[in-house]
């Protein structure tokens, strides 16, 4: 039932920041313990046995999705065999279309930059007892909020279009093609 009135208030915003959150960087090789969504200034935590029943959210093309790094996502919604439709917004592809000659565009960076606060130490990192799901909530509810400021950055340098035409379709491709791998002749190589 929390999950249905979630997807009610994800529709009626029409819109939601997510993150997996994985036992690890690799989504191939580690467990999904769960998605944390923010909706408006909402934080959820939806745990791997309910996360099934949340996936229908990701073919609606009217919600637009945003988060950092959202490659990660999209892999753990690929290897569920979930089609995305969402409009999709990357922070942390965003902030380097404004700043490409930086490589300051990890989480921390973006929101002391774009909001001029600082994240918790270890926010988004796994603890000694796991992903600290309060941390990555946390972190992405101030990603969030970045979201309206570097659409606005990205309408006054031109980059809007390209971010939404060229950026990102490109993460669909990219995930899937890190998920494919590549095939590779170990004769031929050695």
């Avoid at 208030?9 to 923010?38: M, P, R, S, W």
């Avoid at 753990?76 to 942390?92: A, T």
């Avoid at 491709?173 to 590549?182: C, D, I, K, R």
Wanted: net charge negative; hydrophobic share 45%; charged share 25%.
């Amino acid at each position: 039932d929390e999950v249905k009135d979630l997807l009610e208030k994800i529709k009626k915003e029409n819109q939601f920041a997510c993150k997996a959150a994985v036992n690890g960087k690799d989504v191939l090789t580690n467990d999904l313990l769960g998605l944390v969504v923010i909706v408006k200034d909402e934080g959820c935590f939806i745990k791997s046995g309910l996360v099934e029943s949340f996936l229908p959210i990701f073919i609606d093309e009217k919600v637009e999705l945003f988060g950092h790094d959202l490659k990660l996502l999209i892999k753990v919604l690929l290897l569920k065999k979930q089609e995305i439709k969402n409009s999709l917004f990357d922070v942390m592809v965003g902030s380097y279309l404004l700043n490409p000659g930086s490589r300051a565009h990890d989480s921390a960076s973006v929101v002391l930059k774009v909001l001029g606060k600082e994240l918790k130490v270890g926010s988004g990192q796994e603890s000694l007892f796991g992903v600290d799901v309060k941390a990555v909530a946390q972190e992405l509810f101030l990603l969030s909020q970045t979201v309206f400021e570097i659409k606005k950055e990205l309408i006054k340098t031109d980059n809007l279009g390209l971010m939404q035409k060229i950026e990102m379709p490109l993460l669909l491709v990219l995930a899937q093609m890190e998920l494919n791998g590549v095939a590779v002749d170990l004769e031929m190589l050695q």
